[in-house]
């Protein structure tokens, strides 16, 4: 009778090793994708009152920069010594 419970254990163990081994591997846990950044704007320094803004949204008149129509035509600032 102890040869029989023997054999029996021995027989649950190859079957839950065997089982284990015709399991396929879980699939592993794959890392969220870093989210895309859009890389920064050109930042440019509007002539007339020195407010930086993007260069897509400046206003352009010979080598001056402006933040609006209205700087544009104002021009550069005066210089007042500093």
Same mark, same amino acid.
């Given at each position: 009778?102890?040869?029989? #419970?023997? =054999?029996?254990?021995? %027989?649950?163990? #190859?079957?839950?090793?065997?089982?284990? =081994?015709?399991?396929? *591997?879980?699939?592993?846990?794959? *890392?969220?994708?870093?989210?895309?950044?859009?890389?920064?704007?050109?930042?440019?320094?509007?002539?007339?009152? %020195?407010?930086?803004?993007?260069?897509?949204?400046?206003?352009?008149?010979?080598?001056?920069?402006?933040? %609006?129509?209205?700087?544009? =035509? =104002?021009?550069?600032? *005066?210089?007042? %010594?500093?």
């Amino acid at each position: 009778m102890k040869y029989l #419970l023997v =054999l029996l254990v021995i %027989g649950i163990g #190859l079957w839950m090793v065997t089982r284990r =081994l015709r399991r396929p *591997a879980p699939p592993k846990p794959q *890392a969220p994708a870093e989210p895309k950044v859009p890389a920064p704007a050109a930042m440019v320094e509007c002539a007339h009152c %020195g407010l930086h803004l993007p260069a897509a949204d400046a206003v352009l008149e010979g080598r001056h920069v402006y933040c %609006g129509e209205a700087h544009r =035509l =104002l021009g550069p600032r *005066a210089s007042d %010594g500093r």
